[in-house]
């Protein structure tokens, strides 16, 4: 941080709300070019100072002749003239932030205030203000510096960097929160800085469902650098168990396997299936009434029964057609479309209700259990299933405890979009967040397929390049309205705008790179030799949970 | 009150109808007159005119008859010295009795170091002394008003012209120009010793003056445009008149030919364009009288621009036969530069006078000065009518 | 005491602005150039306007053609006609010199005295003149007065004598397109003359 950085100024203030943003004149030496929509400014008003990002860029010209007839554009003398005093840049301002300014204005740079006096701005500085570009140290006073309860997730957009963005850990996971972007805009970069963060700080613990092995195994990046798993980064403190008897050669042994029983699964389970297994709502109903019917075991025997129309067969389907007076064309096709879950190995007529236990035992110990699908890695059906199950029976348990618990879920809109969102349990967190001290972290690219009421419940939001306008307006309904060309304008990979209560203001960051991942301890070591280290760590600096 | 139009009107259209059918006749007049002057020879002329016992101002031929003589080529440097004056009379009824005369003087040197001097002199002549011509043997006195101012003024044209060619005279040909005559009309009628003074005094001294100048290739000469004179046709008319007609009874050979024929008109007719006529000597009786055989006056008339000039010269530039011959050269290109008058006349002239503005502006700080001394005067009821114009 | 020489004298004389007659016929200082008055306290001007016109207002010239030599030899054979013309120029004012011998960029309070002689800054004399931005201020208020054409001209012959030219004409222009907020064509073409470049001559 370069305490030699001066203040630039780059406008004044000349219109605008509080509601609609802020409009600056940009001064006439100043180029556009050289800002960037989403960058940090800062305005000195005559009692405050106020923070705020630039939303949107608009030219305009003091007379209207200049757009019917401009000059040339190889007259260079003639248009530089004009440009930046006729013809000049409107800034747009989404005002964030004040903070009251002592009646000594120059002892303000010195004060070194923390973030702890800067407030909402409820109120907007007066005419001509001066604005300049937020300096790091703008910055640093803002989002504080690192300690046990502030992580370093990325620097500011354009900002060298030693300019570090710190979240409030704290915060965040005090409530569920959302990482979204396009297939490709690296959401799974950013979701493991995160968790490694709350790893390192024992801040809680986390379940992660890992779909595609990110988070469980080493990844290559696109340069080819080896980025460490959460478990190579914190050998001690994560345990992977894979679903199944997926073990293939060459991976690390998971600590444990996991399968479920067909009595684990409930209703609930079946009706977030009913879109990717394609049940109509009349299998729906009779998946219920077989549920009455049969009790908790009903989909083993169900999934057991004939596809035979002997009623005199109890074992056939129109045996249970009658019995639980649903039509035999109905459970037949619920009966055929279920049929694939025989094939999941995973999935067992006999109660494994140890498996479940087991994870509920690591996560009460202070572990980080990380759920890899291995072989089943892009089967939807799995991945709902085996999801949704683990996470309501944890949940179920889950009352009792002090420990903060953070589920990690992927393709969030499946479990929770509007059709669903009320039925499950993931709805169920996700509304009633300080309940039970269990919150989610939704990884999503589609956020217009997630119910409403669900994404207004998230706390922090980091929002990386979305293309689609619905998945723009649906994460920017509210009060961010006024952010949508900051989104638009993102970098296609790695850029993400965070808003929500973790920060005291949004922020587009260049996400920290993976490879920064560290625990201070060289990963080429083999896992026991950290394993011994970390526990030598703990032992002289106190270890949080156990 | 506004002129009554009508009542004149009517006079002047039968005027112009008259001279309009007076027109033809008159050209074939003065084409017999041209005729008689080209064949009569010169003596016969003088002998007619010497013998008569007419009344008229007739001139003395030199030359042969109607020898027209074309410009010669000028010399590449000249200079011309122009002259002329114009005058603030007295105010009758001012406590102050005084005249402003304002001579203007050009000096024009062309060819090979061109220059020019435009300037103008005022003279005051304040006071009884100064204004009135005095006879030394009586208690006569002439006011220097009217007519005398104006006599006065041509002396004091004459004495700044002599002054300034003996200031320039090199060698240079020379032309000193004034507009007008060389010959003192206006002397006529004034006392002897009016004419005593101003005349034989100080105009024939400034003469002088410049005729010791001669030999510096001083050409003095006077100029007049369009000039009514009739000396040269009043000769012919001697001729072909009998002694027996009268003004009832005028002779048709002679006087019924002659009446109302100027002598430009018949030089217009046979003159080509910057030609000049022969040589004329002029009998007035002003230079019989007063200025002597010594400073007779000569004159030609001249075609400049389709129009005809008299060029007067004293005899002793006319019977140089150089000088006459610059006299009409370099006349000739001072019209051209002046698109068809002397340009050095001209400016002369503007340099002398003194306008509408300067003249007020003279009565202004007169009467500042006599406020200042606190002599409050009053102008005549007359004046006062005059300046007010009050209903 | 440098450049005292006079080239004309005041024949008008008011607190905006002054005609001066030169010294020499068809000898005026040049459009845009910048004089000053040879008295205490010096008035600050600049040149917009020359033309010559007879003395005598009452005699009009005429026409003497067409010629078949050079017209320069007219006045070689009419010498007189130089006498009979005047040259005059007409002065914008721009400033004055107070009595610490620092640049005001405001009217004087009293006009210059009628004969007062004037003479061009010097080239010291301009840069420190023109070295800020404010004698610009009563200049651009002129521009209905002395027009665009001189207004570029001036700043035009102004420029060369800084040591960066075209940033000078560049800044000019910026405080200019403040003054033109209604009438940018105006302004357009008022710029394109002044990124003509410096005038050196």
Request: net charge negative.
């Amino acid at each position: 941080m370069s305490s030699t950085e001066i203040k630039q100024k780059i406008g004044t203030l000349v219109g605008g709300s509080l509601s609609a943003g802020l409009e600056i004149r940009l001064d006439p030496e100043y180029s556009v070019e050289n800002l960037y929509v989403g960058d940090g400014i800062t305005i000195d008003g005559r009692e405050k100072r106020y923070f705020g990002i630039i939303s949107d860029m608009l030219l305009q010209s003091s007379d209207s002749s200049l757009r019917s007839f401009p000059p040339s554009s190889s007259d260079f003398f003639v248009t530089s003239i004009l440009s930046g005093t006729s013809a000049f840049t409107i800034l747009k301002i989404s005002l964030q932030l004040a903070v009251s300014l002592d009646s000594n204005f120059d002892e303000f740079d010195q004060l070194g205030l923390d973030n702890s006096s800067f407030g909402p701005a409820t109120t907007v500085p007066p005419h001509f203000s001066p604005v300049y570009r937020a300096t790091s140290k703008d910055y640093t006073e803002i989002f504080g510096s690192e300690d046990e309860h502030h992580g370093w997730i990325g620097t500011p957009k354009g900002r060298d960097e030693e300019v570090k963005i710190n979240l409030d850990l704290e915060q965040l996971i005090k409530r569920s929160n959302g990482v979204f972007g396009k297939t490709g805009t690296g959401k799974t970069f950013l979701t493991r800085v995160l968790l490694s963060e709350i790893i390192k700080k024992n801040l809680g613990v986390n379940l992660i469902f890992d779909m595609h092995r990110d988070y469980s195994d080493s990844v290559n990046d696109e340069s080819g650098k080896k980025i460490h798993s959460l478990k190579q980064l914190f050998p001690s403190k994560v345990e992977v168990m894979s679903l199944g008897k997926s073990f293939n050669k060459g991976q690390v042994r998971p600590d444990a396997e996991i399968m479920v029983s067909y009595s684990d699964l409930e209703v609930q389970d079946i009706e977030i299936l009913s879109e990717t297994l394609n049940l109509t709502s009349a299998g729906l109903l009779a998946a219920h009434a077989l549920d009455r019917s049969y009790g908790e075991k009903w989909l083993g025997i169900f999934l057991n029964m004939e596809p035979s129309e002997d009623k005199e067969n109890i074992n056939s389907l129109s045996a249970a057609a009658e019995r639980t007076g649903q039509l035999y064309t109905v459970l037949h096709t619920l009966w055929r479309r279920l049929e694939i879950l025989k094939k999941f190995e995973f999935l067992q007529q006999n109660p494994a209700e140890e498996s479940i236990k087991r994870i509920f035992t690591s996560l009460e110990r202070g572990k980080h259990v990380i759920l890899d699908f291995g072989s089943h890695q892009s089967n939807e059906t799995a991945y709902i299933l085996v999801t949704s199950l683990i996470t309501r029976r944890i949940y179920e348990r889950w009352a009792e405890q002090d420990n903060q618990l953070i589920i990690a879920i992927e393709e969030a809109h499946k479990f929770l979009n509007s059709e669903v969102a009320s039925q499950t349990i993931f709805g169920t967190i996700a509304r009633e967040m300080r309940k039970w001290k269990v919150t989610l972290l939704v990884v999503d690219q589609r956020p217009s397929g997630i119910d409403a009421e669900v994404l207004s419940q998230l706390g922090t939001k980091f929002i990386h390049q979305l293309e689609d306008n619905r998945d723009i307006d649906s994460i920017l309904a509210g009060s961010s309205r006024d952010l949508r060309s900051v989104v638009s304008t993102l970098a296609p990979k790695q850029q993400a705008l965070v808003i929500g209560h973790a920060l005291p203001m949004p922020v587009v960051i260049d996400v920290r790179s993976n490879d920064t991942l560290t625990n201070f301890i060289n990963p080429e070591k083999t896992a026991t030799e950290i394993i011994n280290i970390e526990r030598d760590n703990d032992d002289l600096f106190g270890e949080k949970n156990e | 009150m506004p002129f009554d139009f009508e009542l004149i009107t009517e006079k002047l259209q039968k005027a112009v109808k008259s001279i309009k059918s007076d027109d033809s006749l008159h050209h074939e007049r003065v084409d017999k007159l041209i005729d008689f002057y080209k064949k009569t020879d010169p003596q016969t002329i003088e002998q007619k005119r010497n013998e008569g016992n007419h009344k008229w101002l007739a001139a003395k031929f030199l030359d042969n008859n109607a020898t027209i003589y074309d410009p010669k080529q000028i010399p590449q440097d000249y200079r011309v010295i122009a002259v002329d004056g114009s005058h603030i009379d007295v105010d009758r009824h001012s406590p102050i009795k005084c005249v402003v005369l304002n001579i203007g003087t050009v000096i024009f040197t062309y060819g090979s170091n061109p220059s020019a001097i435009l300037k103008s002199s005022p003279l005051t002549y304040i006071g009884d002394s100064e204004l009135h011509i005095f006879d030394s043997n009586s208690t006569s006195r002439s006011p220097l008003q009217g007519n005398l101012m104006g006599v006065k003024r041509a002396v004091m044209e004459l004495s700044f012209l002599a002054d300034t060619l003996e200031n320039y005279a090199d060698g240079t040909p020379t032309l000193a120009l004034i507009d007008g005559s060389l010959i003192l009309w206006s002397i006529l009628g004034e006392q002897e010793y009016v004419i005593d003074q101003l005349l034989q005094g100080q105009f024939l001294e400034q003469l002088d003056r410049i005729k010791k100048l001669s030999d510096k290739k001083v050409i003095l000469a006077s100029y007049l445009s369009y000039p009514d004179t009739s000396d040269v046709t009043n000769s012919l008319r001697i001729c072909l008149c009998n002694e027996h007609c009268s003004n009832n009874n005028p002779c048709k050979e002679g006087c019924s030919l002659v009446s109302g024929i100027r002598d430009r008109d018949i030089f217009i007719k046979y003159l080509p364009d910057n030609a000049r006529s022969s040589l004329f000597q002029s009998t007035s009786n002003v230079i019989e009288k007063y200025y002597t055989e010594e400073y007779g006056i000569n004159f030609y008339y001249l075609n400049i621009f389709g129009e005809i000039a008299r060029i007067e010269l004293p005899n002793w530039t006319a019977n140089n036969p150089d000088l006459l011959e610059l006299s009409h050269s370099l006349i000739i290109d001072q019209c051209n530069k002046g698109l068809g008058y002397p340009v050095s006349v001209m400016e002369s002239h503007e340099q002398a006078v003194i306008n509408t503005t300067d003249r007020e502006n003279f009565k202004m700080l007169l009467d500042r000065l006599l406020a200042q001394q606190g002599i409050n005067y009053n102008t005549s009821q007359k004046d006062r009518s005059k300046k007010y114009r009050w209903v | 005491m440098k450049n005292q020489n006079p080239i004309a004298e005041i024949i008008e004389s008011s607190t905006k602005s002054l005609i001066v007659q030169c010294y020499e016929l068809y000898q005026a200082p040049k459009l845009g150039t910048l004089i000053k008055t040879l008295d205490d306290p010096s008035i600050i001007g600049i040149v917009f306007n020359v033309f010559t016109e007879p003395l005598d207002p009452s005699r009009r010239p005429i026409a003497r053609g067409p010629f078949k030599n050079e017209p320069e030899k007219l006045y070689e054979d009419n010498p007189h006609l130089s006498l009979l013309f005047r040259t005059q120029a007409e002065i914008f004012i721009l400033g004055h010199v107070d009595q610490l011998k620092t640049y005001i960029y405001e009217l004087p309070l009293l006009p210059a005295k009628i004969h007062t002689g004037i003479s061009l800054l010097d080239e010291e004399e301009i840069l420190a003149f023109t070295n800020t931005r404010a004698f610009l201020e009563l200049l651009i208020e002129g521009l209905d007065i002395i027009t665009e054409e001189i207004f570029s001209i001036s700043i035009r012959r102004i420029s060369g004598y800084h040591n960066d030219a075209e940033k000078f004409l560049h800044d000019t222009g910026k405080d200019v397109a403040g003054n033109f907020h209604h009438d940018q064509q105006k302004l357009i073409s008022l710029l394109r003359k002044l990124g003509r470049g410096p005038i050196n001559e």
